[in-house]
Nanobody, 126 residues
């Protein structure tokens, strides 16, 4: 059974940086996508960045140039390095994994993912 556990959230001032981690266990998929999603209060969950184990990462326009998604394949840990944080980046950040295609992975659609972590809170103050 796949389990995901996020960590690294916190409170920072605008312009600051945070690195989120997602430890995955029980992964036996050959080809799969992992991603970061976020949900602000009163808003729908949105895709932030995804990475397929056979392809390049994909980013939402709102975070391009500021966020970097990466994966330590040996340790099965997914990272999200967040720089130049803005108040609008505030929200609960979720890690997700799904054995799916590169096309679905690049779509950043949360509906493509069926396995989620519990989330970690990120608060950016102005």
């Amino acid at each position: 059974q796949v389990q995901l556990s996020e960590s690294g959230g916190g409170s920072v001032q605008a312009g600051g940086s945070l690195t989120l981690s997602c430890a995955a266990s029980g992964v036996t998929y050959g080809a799969y996508c992992m991603g970061w999603f976020r949900q602000a209060p009163g808003k729908k969950r949105e895709g932030v960045a995804t990475i397929h184990n056979t392809g390049a990462p994909t980013y939402a326009d709102s975070v391009k140039g500021r966020f970097t998604i990466s994966k330590d394949n040996a340790k099965n840990i997914l990272y999200l390095q967040m720089n130049s944080l803005k108040p609008e980046d505030t929200g609960t950040y979720y890690c997700a994994i799904e054995p799916t295609t590169i096309m679905m992975c690049r779509s950043l659609r949360q509906q493509a993912f069926g396995r989620w972590g519990q989330g970690t809170q990120v608060t950016v103050s102005s």
